[in-house]
């Protein structure tokens, strides 16, 4: 048994990059951790919060979130193995959701780490690459980062995802 990381930023075209992180993890009867990262509401390392009872409620509300997104994610997941795979013979309690806030690409490097994956499965979507060579993507940092294979998908944002349903991204 293989354990994929799926890395997703729920955005429109996502759904043909989980349909090929379950088809990976159907091939080798694989567990996928569907992952989320978050930069909003990180409150990082700093002392900026003045009391412990901030903290600690800023602490709750990271909780609160991350267990709405997590529930999101669970629901939009069940829609679209209903909708689409039909023809992938695959568990949907073969997927745990997690979320994480920070920056993307240490968070996904990270997790590849913490859930022992063999695989990562990440789409990329196309920018100019002048925006590349100044700011570099999500994607290119993991790469360089990680230690297992990495699965590119492709993501574009034309018809053909939408004729699929894929408005809202999975």
Partial sequence: MRNILYA????QGSRVVLHAALEQASLTKGKIFFLHVSEQFHRGNDDSFGGFKLKKAHDAHLESLKEELRSYM???IHNFVAEELNDV???EDSIEVVVRFGDPAKKIVDTVKDVGASMLVMGDRRVNALSRMFLGSTAQKVIHNTTVPVLIVPISNTV???KRG???GI
Avoid: C, I, T, V
Wanted: net charge negative; hydrophobic share 10%.
């Fill in 8 to 11: 997703s930023d729920l955005e």
């Fill in 74 to 76: 669970k629901q939009r």
């Fill in 89 to 91: 013979d695959f568990d």
């Fill in 160 to 162: 053909s995802n939408r």
């Fill in 166 to 168: 894929d408005h809202n």
